[in-house]
């Protein structure tokens, strides 16, 4: 543990000399345990957890213990809601009934959330509730011509961060998506070499991979490509079909390879996104990328993280 948990020390030795309020050290322990539980450092947050447990004061007593609230809405409304637990093992499926579903307690932790709906892609988004959260999320569904065939659908809602900490609204928001299963293949990019080989010859053997020249299977994903060429396909196939697809940004390919629904389709890969940034993405050292593309779905939809309203103590109260 780091700074003023670095070594489990009790919180009044923590402070030395200094003389503080009761109410205050109560409010300074609990910045300190949430601190910890945003790290993932379990043994640090048992040991506030005790400690400011033993200041008895009254406006913790709840949020010790950790208790969260979720509220549901889906639109269209009347969607069937199921929620698991992740991480526990033979954790029950809850049957949440119809939306909208009205705030319930949890336990603190990361949930998959499926709504479904006839004639609807079904939608499979990822909640992290953190201790004494109250969380609203809201989920738009779509049907699958809006989808795409070969796309899986994501959710709007923050980029998860690492570590099981809680959410905040510092975190990068990414709204509906459409993402390709599958990464553009050797066939596909051909079509779009030969095309541009008709308006610029010198263009297309500029964006012929080096890879080109092996026996690749016609459905393999094309890699060795460069960033240029990977956004001036996406351009060309946009004109074809009429679908303004484009490379997806760094934090929605993220979002993308976290997501319980593209079921790793994405983890361990090493494809062009665009960069949050307005540079050009600089290709890692040795990496033969290759890439996938992603449409935008009509925005809507997130979650809401209602602020943690702490009570005042009550020499605060007389003060005032």
Request: charge should be negative; glycine fraction near 8%.
């Given at each position: ?5 670095s ?10 000399d ?11 322990l ?9 790290q993932?450092?379990?043994?640090g ?23 969260a ?44 959330l ?11 988004r ?30 709007a ?17 990414v ?13 596909e ?23 080109m ?8 994903p094309?890699t ?70 992603v ?26």
């Amino acid at each position: 543990m780091d700074g003023l948990n670095s070594d489990n020390m009790p919180f009044t030795t923590l402070l030395g000399d200094h003389e503080i309020p009761a109410a205050r050290q109560a409010d300074l322990l609990w910045e300190l345990l949430l601190e910890s539980e945003a790290q993932g450092d379990e043994e640090g947050a048992a040991h506030y957890v005790a400690q400011l447990a033993a200041q008895n004061d009254e406006r913790y007593v709840d949020l010790l213990e950790g208790t969260a609230t979720l509220e549901i809405y889906s639109d269209p409304v009347g969607a069937d809601a199921t929620l698991k637990r992740l991480g526990v093992k033979d954790a029950p499926l809850l049957q949440l009934g119809p939306t909208p579903v009205h705030p319930f307690d949890l336990e603190p932790g990361d949930y998959l959330l499926e709504i479904k709906a006839s004639g609807f892609v079904t939608a499979c988004r990822h909640v992290r509730l953190g201790r004494a959260a109250d969380l609203q999320v809201l989920v738009c569904l779509f049907t699958p011509q809006m989808l795409g065939a070969d796309h899986f659908y994501l959710p709007a809602g923050r980029l998860p961060l690492p570590g099981g900490a809680p959410e905040s609204d510092e975190q990068v928001f990414v709204d509906n998506l459409a993402v390709a299963r599958q990464p553009v293949t050797v066939c596909e990019f051909l079509r779009f070499l030969d095309d541009l080989a008709d308006e610029d010859p010198e263009r297309a053997m500029l964006y012929t991979p080096p890879t080109m020249g092996a026996a690749l299977a016609p459905s393999a994903p094309v890699t060795a490509i460069s960033y240029d060429a990977a956004v001036d396909f996406t351009s060309w196939l946009a004109r074809r079909t009429g679908v303004a697809c484009r490379l997806p940004n760094e934090a929605e390919w993220q979002k993308a390879a976290l997501a319980p629904v593209s079921k790793g389709l994405l983890q361990g890969k090493h494809e062009w996104a665009t960069p949050m940034s307005a540079k050009t993405p600089s290709k890692p050292r040795g990496e033969a990328l290759g890439f996938r593309l992603v449409h935008d779905l009509p925005p809507g939809g997130g979650e809401r993280l209602l602020e943690l309203q702490i009570p005042e103590s009550l020499d605060a109260q007389v003060a005032a």
